[in-house]
């Protein structure tokens, strides 16, 4: 089964946006101002008095300069947490003495699953393990359906889904390459189950040949992907957004799932 892709013309609009690199450009000048002023200071306090202790809160000067900073630099609220936390899981690294190559290879995997956020803005967050049994009350079975999960990450909702509907076909596409590795291979385990997955960006995949469509990203990208959405899907076919609404658009229906805050937004289109 081949995907289709959107023209050039698309292919610019999707360029990731201008101001995801300007964030990540803010945290790192907010890290760097945050160690430069806690040497600066302890510097200046070593020259002051001629027998400093270090006591544990020091440790965490690092961590409430860079929150001060991520906060007048009027950030939004997780990158002030991010902010917050790097110095503070860094100096308990080092404190911890881990061996450099174990860090390295966390560092690593953390990077072919996250690292793409740096462009993105929407992390790996898996959706809730009772949304596939929503997911088959709103979706008639009678007729034939191509499922895509936008952002498929391991491809949990897909797995899950085919366990409930083995005659649907599965469409996943996802940015970051050990979630979609590990897709891949683990569909090789469902041999009598259809499952595509897809590497690369959503922006690049033309919606029109699938008759529903799920998306869990991040309210930043809910317009550009709306906009897909009512350019490219047919009539008679279902969006489904976990979380995030589109402003201005109200759904047709909202879930609202027992034990979870988040809610299953559908557009029947
Ligand atoms: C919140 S997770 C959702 C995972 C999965 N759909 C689920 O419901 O469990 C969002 C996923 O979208 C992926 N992603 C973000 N932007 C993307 C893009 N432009 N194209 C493809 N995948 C993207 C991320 O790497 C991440 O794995």
């Known amino acids: 089964m081949s995907l289709l892709f959107v023209d050039d013309r698309n292919e610019k609009e999707a360029r990731f946006p201008d101001v995801a690199c300007f964030v990540v450009l803010k945290a790192m000048i907010i890290q760097i101002m945050a160690f430069l002023f806690t040497f600066f200071l ?99 079975d009678e007729r034939d359906i191509c499922f895509l999960d936008v952002g498929s990450g391991f491809g949990g909702l897909n797995f899950q889904l085919s366990i409930l509907r083995e005659g649907w076909r599965f469409y996943g596409v996802e940015i970051a390459i050990l979630p979609w590795l590990y897709s891949v291979i683990k569909s090789k385990f469902y041999l009598n189950r259809n499952f595509v997955f897809h590497f690369g960006r959503y922006e690049n995949l033309n919606f029109e040949k699938f008759n529903v469509v799920f998306a869990y990203l991040s309210p930043i990208v809910m317009p550009q992907i709306w906009k897909k959405v009512q350019d490219e899907m047919q009539p008679g076919s279902i969006f489904m957004s976990y979380e995030f609404a589109v402003d201005g658009f109200a759904p047709d229906v909202k879930i609202k799932f027992k034990n979870d805050d988040r809610i299953l937004h559908v557009w029947y289109l």
């Open 42 to 140: 302890l510097f200046l306090l070593k020259h002051q008095f001629t027998q400093i202790f270090i006591t544990y809160p020091i440790f965490f000067l690092p961590s409430l300069s860079a929150l001060w900073l991520s906060i007048r630099f009027k950030l939004e609220w997780w990158w002030h947490v991010l902010n917050f936390a790097f110095p503070a899981a860094l100096i308990f690294a080092l404190y911890m003495d881990f061996p450099p190559l174990l860090s390295l290879g966390i560092f690593f995997a953390l990077f072919l699953v996250f690292g793409t956020t740096l462009m993105t803005r929407v992390p790996f967050f898996p959706s809730s393990k009772f949304l596939p049994y929503e997911i088959v009350n709103i979706v008639s």
